[in-house]
């Protein structure tokens, strides 16, 4: 069965962070993908130099007018990324809406761009407008959500996070504002590994035929490479999302195929960079980009090198 996918987020000319990101590795596992970019920049924000074009709300508008005029707006996915301003983003829960409409069983993956970088923090209003949207369709749907950062989390639910039990009530929490699928992509969290490791969490509510509850939680220590990475985030994204289609009820599967898959991408990358900064130099930005073209065989067939512990 084709299964499509809108993917609203960010065009870069060189690299991969957003839609380039997340394209080329639906494309690959089998996935249709159209893609509006929210922005087009010549490369991501961490470089020395950026320039490009942000789409406007009105703009989002009449591309997604384009669309649904020729009675093709129907989607499987909705999968957003980095957005810069309010306005844009209630145009999107506008399409959501409109999309659950035709597709009640829409599936709707929200990354909330979040980093220390300035410029590309979703704030608290950025927050609100999809928080309200997703209060709207509380139990309605199953919506994917992957957070990211203590700073995210205690604008999200007020809440820090020191231990493995906090990290279990802030998923509780965002599960209370509508997602079925909490993921943590990464956490301060010390590794019962090591310092070597980072801590990555998710949780899945699955509603049985009876009605009742039951919560999957899942914990991963992912190894830590020494190196800034962009794009990666995207990359997750569009991962869960694969993964989950192909195993909606049964996330500790889902993440241990997606986190493999960033494992393998980023061990590339670092392998490459370095060999391009030379010996006893720090890889630049350029150097960091992704390799995604290389990864292709890892992406389709990933060999499963993290395990997830159910919690
Ligand atoms: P932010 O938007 O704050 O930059 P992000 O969207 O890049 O964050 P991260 O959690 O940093 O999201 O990265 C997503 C995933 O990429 C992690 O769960 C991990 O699998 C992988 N990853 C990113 N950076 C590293 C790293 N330095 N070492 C190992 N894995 C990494
Ligand atoms: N989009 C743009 C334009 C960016 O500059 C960035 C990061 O700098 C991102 C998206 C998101 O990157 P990440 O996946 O690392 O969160
Ligand atoms: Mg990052
Ligand atoms: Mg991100």
Known sequence: MECRVLSIQSHVVRGYVG??????????????????????????????????????????????????????????????????????????????????????????????????????????????????YLSDLKNKTFIIMCVITNHFFRILTGRKMHSVEDAIEVMDLLHKMGPETVVLTSTDLPSTRGDQFLVALGSQKIIKPDGTIWTQKICMDIPKVDAVFVGTGDLFAAMLLAWTHHHPKDLKSACEKTVSILHHVIKRTIKYANEMAGPGKRPNAGQLELRMVQSKADIENPAVIVEARVI
């Not at 159209?34 to 490369?43: E, L, P």
């Not at 508008?61 to 649904?68: A, D, P, Q, R, T």
């Not at 506008?94 to 999309?99: A, G, P, R, V």
């Open 19 to 132: 839609n380039k990101s997340a394209t080329f590795p639906l494309q690959v596992l089998g996935f249709e993908v159209d893609s509006i970019n929210s922005v087009q920049f010549s490369n991501h924000t961490g470089y020395g130099h950026w320039k490009g074009q942000v789409l406007t709300a009105e703009e989002l508008n009449v591309l997604y007018e384009g669309i649904k005029l020729n009675d093709v707006n129907h989607y499987d996915y909705i999968l957003t990324g980095y957005s810069r301003d309010t306005s844009f983003l209630e145009t999107v829960v506008d399409i959501i809406k409109e999309l659950k409409g035709t597709n009640p069983k829409l599936v709707y993956v929200c990354d909330p761009v979040m980093g220390d970088q300035g410029e590309r923090l979703f704030t608290a209003q950025h927050i609100s407008v999809i928080l309200c």
